[in-house]
């Protein structure tokens, strides 16, 4: 993509030069440029942080960078939950409410009936 700018004598020649620039630069964008489509399965999460340490991990393709990627990843994710946990409660919601946005999990029997790290076998033990 070399344009050659050294016969700019006149208006027309700066702007056939500006269109072959523009030419150049819709061509490219188009090549490497993706649609992204928001959805409610969106990740919210996902911040510039993410995105950087991703693309350094594309270009390196290093052990490092993945293993880097992938804390951004969990520190990102955990600090969005927090803060969405935080606003939850904190806006005089009872604690019920978070389990519309957690969704509601039995637990496995075995940890229901544990007390002090010993499992309630009998019922001399509860």
Request: aromatic share 12%.
């Amino acid at each position: 993509m070399n344009i050659d700018i050294s016969s700019i004598q006149s208006i027309k020649a700066l702007k056939n030069i500006i269109q072959i620039l523009a030419t150049n630069i819709n061509n490219i964008w188009y090549k490497y440029s993706k649609n992204v489509n928001i959805t409610k399965h969106s990740k919210a999460w996902w911040d510039e942080d993410y995105h950087k340490d991703l693309n350094t991990y594309h270009q390196s393709r290093c052990l490092e960078d993945w293993k880097k990627f992938k804390r951004t990843v969990k520190n990102t994710k955990h600090t969005f939950f927090n803060n969405k946990i935080n606003e939850i409660t904190n806006k005089k919601y009872s604690p019920w409410k978070l389990m519309n946005w957690v969704k509601k999990h039995k637990l496995p029997a075995i940890k229901a009936i544990k007390y002090n790290g010993q499992p309630c076998i009998k019922l001399d033990n509860l």
